[in-house]
Nanobody, 127 residues
């Protein structure tokens, strides 16, 4: 089990940037695939992006590809989501998620594949 705490959300104008961080507890962070999801009001939670245990493989939703970048620092037990060229439709609560795997290169993109979740951080993009 790992506990996750997101930070870095806020209010930004369209075209701006934000960097979200997700700090994980414990000493086994490198055993977890990490993902970012978001949920806008009245909508289902959707996958944003994921990163493998090693950080060598990433996968993004088409809606954010080319604008968002996931990275991780296993020494700091932290995963990041750099968000550039933000749009009003990016407004949502952003969640960090983790799931253990033996596969160094695997990335998961379904919410039901993740067993540990943070509390979320609000991102609001104004037009």
């Amino acid at each position: 089990q790992v506990q996750l705490v997101e930070s870095g959300g806020g209010l930004v104008q369209a075209g701006g940037s934000l960097r979200l961080s997700c700090a994980a507890s414990g000493r086994t962070f490198s055993r977890y695939v990490m993902g970012w999801f978001r949920q806008a009001p009245g909508k289902e939670r959707e996958f944003v992006g994921g990163i493998s245990r090693s950080g060598g493989t990433t996968y993004y939703a088409d809606s954010v590809k080319g604008r968002f970048t996931i990275s991780r620092d296993n020494a700091k037990n932290t995963v990041y989501l750099q968000m550039n060229s933000l749009k009003p439709e990016d407004t949502a609560v952003y969640y960090c998620a983790a799931t253990g795997t033996l596969d160094y290169g695997r990335v998961y993109y379904r919410a039901d594949e993740y067993y540990n979740w943070g509390q979320g951080t609000q991102v609001t993009v104004s037009s």
